[in-house]
């Protein structure tokens, strides 16, 4: 019996194994994708052009492909939409996770979920219907579709990742912990914040890096409420994102031409900026550790 739980155990073991290379495999191959087709662009228009240029016109006779107000854009609206969805979703899962009821629990976690299952393209259809208008009417704008939609429509969406996620890093933070913390006097909040949170932050941390994807990454619901103009932003201007950017125009742009092989490059961009938010928060983690 003994004998035939190992074979079994080595067959799981060895299932695993697979299923790892396999998702390794596919990250290697995107990024040697992305790499071939996104350097000869940026070999052609040049690097500091393609990156700080202010302008892209991509169908003019004279095409202009600077990439910076899609950079820009979507830097301030992601760290838009953390700074508004990161400490409601955060506060959310510590309320939820330490001091909700166990039937108002039950009912906020399906609303959180059914949150995270609601399509992109709903939001951005709610956002156009309701959201636009109301900044239109309510700032006085020409406008409703605008940067300032955009925030907050990603600040919404971003919410379901950080608060399932914190929740799980902070129930698996040891019970005893805890009741020591109480036992030496500690009230429960004091406990929740100064205990259980730091206990649970490389998770909480995690949440906000998901988050942070969530928002970069985000098309279509973007699109439908930022105007998708290529502007350098501006809370109150119509602007692109770097994903809309390559979603609203490679339906159109030719085969093998230098448009298509620009498109790429943005793909490119965006590749590199969630590595780099990956590995700036992989450091910040380990340089607490060792402190």
């Known amino acids: 019996m003994n004998l035939r739980a190992k074979k079994v155990e080595i067959v799981v073991h060895g299932i695993f194994l697979i299923l790892g290379l396999i998702t390794v495999c596919a990250v290697i191959l995107i990024s040697f994708y992305l790499l071939i087709a996104g350097i000869p662009a940026i070999k052609k228009i040049g690097l ?94 020409s406008d409703g579709a605008n940067l300032l939609a955009a925030i907050i429509v990603l600040s919404v969406m971003v919410l379901p990742s950080i608060i399932k996620v914190s929740i799980n890093a902070l129930e698996a933070v040891p019970k005893e912990y805890e009741e020591g913390s109480l036992a030496l006097g500690a009230t429960p909040m004091e406990t929740y914040f100064k205990v259980s949170i730091p206990c649970a932050k490389s998770g909480i941390a995690a949440s906000i890096v998901l988050g942070v994807g969530r928002a ?37 742009a ?26 700036l928060l992989n450091i910040c983690l380990k340089q607490k550790k060792a402190r």
């Not at 119509?238 to 490679?250: D, G, W």
């Open 48 to 141: 500091i052009p393609f990156l700080l240029g202010k302008q892209w016109s991509s169908t003019e006779m004279n095409p202009q492909y600077g990439i910076l107000p899609f950079i820009l854009t979507s830097i301030y609206g992601t760290t838009g939409a953390l700074v508004i969805g990161a400490p409601i979703g955060f506060l959310t899962a510590v309320y939820l996770a330490k001091v909700a009821s166990d039937p108002i629990k039950k009912i906020m976690n399906s609303a959180v979920g059914l949150l995270a299952g609601i399509p992109s393209v709903v939001y951005g259809l709610v956002g156009m219907i309701v959201l636009v208008p109301t900044i239109r009417v309510g700032f006085h704008q």
């Open 216 to 252: 970069i990454g985000e098309a279509m619901a973007v699109i439908m409420v930022s105007g998708n103009v290529p502007n350098m932003p501006s809370l109150f201007t119509s602007v692109r994102f770097l994903t809309t950017a390559v979603s609203s125009e490679m339906s159109y």
């Open 254 to 279: 030719t085969a093998g031409s230098l448009h298509q092989q620009a498109l790429f490059s943005i793909a490119l961009v965006l590749f590199f900026f969630i590595l780099f938010i990956n590995a």
